[in-house]
């Protein structure tokens, strides 16, 4: 899209001179005026306040994944997403030995108020206890569940076990 200012005031609704400064970096829209720039743009204004970002696209390579803090012996994990700002899910790869948990219960929530957590095993059996309730799940499984509540994986068979989580951060349905 080719706009001059005057284009983009008369789409926007914005004055030239604002668009101006705002273009110079000598002010700050606020988010009403943001928006409107956005609509004279033909964007979303979550994709007008991205546009300093590096990409559409962000790639991490399996070298470059961030290591999570474990206090607990046999659980590792990894954070597969990339830490962009203002991102509202993580993904996460977590393996577990035999017998290791991936907290302990009553362990408080660890995720903020209205988060939701999806985990699919990929290998292995883990059990879910959830709330006082627990979920047995084999290679496949996949569990969605209120993320704030106490919870906590454990692995109860023989082998390694390797769950994958996403955890969406304030989601929750009302």
């Not at 903020?112 to 985990?119: I, K």
């Not at 979920?135 to 209120?146: H, I, M, P, W």
Request: hydrophobic share 35%; net charge negative; proline share 7%.
């Amino acid at each position: 899209m080719d706009l001059s200012l005057r284009d983009l005031a008369e789409r926007s609704g914005v004055s030239a001179p604002m668009l101006s400064q705002v273009e110079r970096g000598e002010t700050s829209p606020t988010l009403q005026v943001a928006k409107r720039i956005a609509t004279g743009l033909e964007l979303r204004l979550s994709q007008l306040l991205r546009l300093d970002e590096g990409g559409a696209v962000s790639v991490v390579r399996a070298g470059e994944r961030r290591k999570g803090p474990s206090a607990v012996e046999g659980h590792g994990y990894e954070i597969l997403t990339p830490p962009l700002p203002g991102q509202r899910a993580e993904l996460s790869r977590h393996t577990l030995a035999p017998g290791a948990v991936t907290g302990g219960p009553g362990d408080p929530p660890m995720h903020e108020p209205g988060s939701r957590e999806t985990a699919v095993v990929e290998r292995g059996r883990v059990v879910l206890f959830c709330d006082g309730e627990r979920y047995e799940l084999l290679d496949g499984d996949c569990v969605t569940f209120d993320a704030d509540l106490t919870h906590h994986f454990e692995n109860p068979g023989p082998g390694e076990a390797v769950l994958l989580a996403v955890l969406s951060a304030g989601l929750r349905r009302s």
